[in-house]
């Protein structure tokens, strides 16, 4: 069955249970070939991809989980996200969480529980294939918004072909240990992680779909 792009837009959400079934190399670069023809400012197509599959993404899983229980110093994103969330993004932010860990049975508080669901994220939600993008450091705003564009394009080839993704702002985080085992150049960064596989239906955290604001509270039309 082929799906319209409508179709795949309003089916495709975040997956956060994958089953283990491997995905085929051949599958995953078809996915990417379509995937690059997405948009970017005068066609500088800023990304580069690191794509783990075996015993490369089980080692990357280890060497990030175990890097996370020390206290490291590279908690937070080597690019500096230092702006502060307000509202009405707090409370967006704030709803959907509240509705996944009940989904999940984490009671608000249970900070253990918060700390091993966190961890999660570090195993591609057990999704058989994780993808980290990167972007060259001499690069400014305007190219996040083309990788942004080509994440999103991986996410709508995986739909249309029958897999689910997750993408993963978390990969930013303990970026050292990432970098490392991947042997990412220092004149990249980290942007974010993309887990790819196939959605484990029976999983109750699946069931979440998140909402999305009305038209009328963020077009503004003129001239019409």
Request: glycine share 6%; with cysteine.
């Amino acid at each position: 069955m082929t799906l319209s792009v409508d179709e795949v837009l309003e089916r495709r959400r975040s997956i956060r249970a994958f089953r283990p079934d491997p995905v085929p190399r051949e599958l995953v670069e078809e996915i990417l070939r379509v995937a690059a023809r997405a948009p970017s400012g005068t066609n500088i197509q800023p990304w580069k991809l690191h794509v783990v599959a075996g015993e490369a993404r089980a080692e990357l899983e280890r060497e990030v989980l175990a890097h996370r229980e020390t206290d490291p110093h590279d908690v937070e994103a080597e690019f500096g996200r230092t702006a502060k969330r307000k509202e009405p993004y707090t409370s967006r932010m704030r709803k959907l969480g509240k509705e996944m860990y009940t989904l999940l049975g984490i009671p608000k508080g249970d900070q253990e529980a918060n700390w091993r669901q966190w961890g999660r994220n570090f195993q591609f939600f057990g999704a058989p294939v994780g993808l980290i993008l990167t972007i060259d450091k001499d690069l400014d705003a305007m190219s996040y918004l083309d990788t942004g564009m080509f994440v999103f394009a991986i996410m709508l080839a995986a739909k249309a072909r029958g897999l689910d993704t997750c993408a993963q702002g978390a990969w930013n985080n303990y970026w050292s240990v990432t970098r490392r085992v991947l042997q990412v150049p220092d004149d990249r960064y980290i942007v974010c992680g993309l887990s790819l596989g196939w959605a484990d239906e029976d999983d109750p955290v699946n069931t979440l779909v998140s909402e999305r604001e009305p038209l009328e509270s963020f077009a503004t039309f003129h001239g019409f």
